[in-house]
């Protein structure tokens, strides 16, 4: 078991397309959940059903997972924080403290307790060491009725930022980074098609682009940040736009990171 993947939320969504994109590359994959695939029969991906709104459980779950491996056979390993929830999509003032207390929970708290638990367990570690943290560009422009989701993005990054320059003096084995995936095919861009134009302004935008075909695929999504994960051009610290890295890739041969 050289390379592994630990991943929230890799049983949906853009998570499915990533655990794909690592399990065909020859990584073990542990998806961490809700419910589970029942879909997958493959005996790389393991599905460890978790709510990561229980936060104080979260690091015991990711222990447990790391205790299982044989760290001096490792030659990579890679943490995704990726599942999050918009939350019921409304007005600020109309939404709960028990759900601002949800959506935190989820996007903020237990990426933050996962990305401490993975360094300091994983320290000493003579392996590739990656944390790829799914943010969004909900985390530089601000839409309303998604108010919540928009600081645990803004949070995301800061983290990204925080750590890397924390982490900047160890071993070049340790990387953190950003990812914003753009606008993909998934049940949150439903839920938020779905939602009204009273709760939400740009209902109608977001219903365009489903209908122009807009909205990429999660599978192609999951290759695309597989790749980013492996390139060495990405640096510590990046916080990265699909839509433009996708671009500059093609074209410039360069990795622009938004700061
Ligand atoms: N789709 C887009 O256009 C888009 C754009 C920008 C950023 N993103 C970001 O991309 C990431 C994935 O989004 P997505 O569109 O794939 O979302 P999604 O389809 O709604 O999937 C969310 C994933 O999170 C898991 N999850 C939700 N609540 C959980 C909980 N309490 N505990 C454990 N797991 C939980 C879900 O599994 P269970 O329900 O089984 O728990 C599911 O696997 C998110 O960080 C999102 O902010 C998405």
Redesign the pocket.
Known sequence: MGKVLII??????????ICEAYKNNGYQVF??????LLADSSQNVNYI??????TKDVTAVLEEILMGLPKREMDSITLI??????GPIRRFEETSSADIE?VI???VV?PLMLTSGFIQYTKGWNCRRHII??????AINPLAGIST?CV??AA?DMLTKSIALEQAGNSGNFKIISV?????????????RTSNSTHFPEVKTFREFKRNGD??G?YDVGNEIYHIDHNVLVTNGSILDLDVYRYSTQKLHAVPSIT
Not at 133 to 138: D, K, R, V
Not at 180 to 192: A, H, K, N, S, W
């Open positions: 929230t939320g890799g049983n949906k969504g853009i998570g499915q397309g998806s961490i959940s809700r419910s589970q059903q978790f709510d990561l709104q229980q924080n990726n599942a999050a929830t918009t949800k929970s989820l996007n237990a943290n799914i943010s969004s560009g909900a989701y645990s993005k995301i914003y995936p753009g606008l993909v095919d998934t049940d949150m861009q439903r839920d938020i909205l990429a999660k």
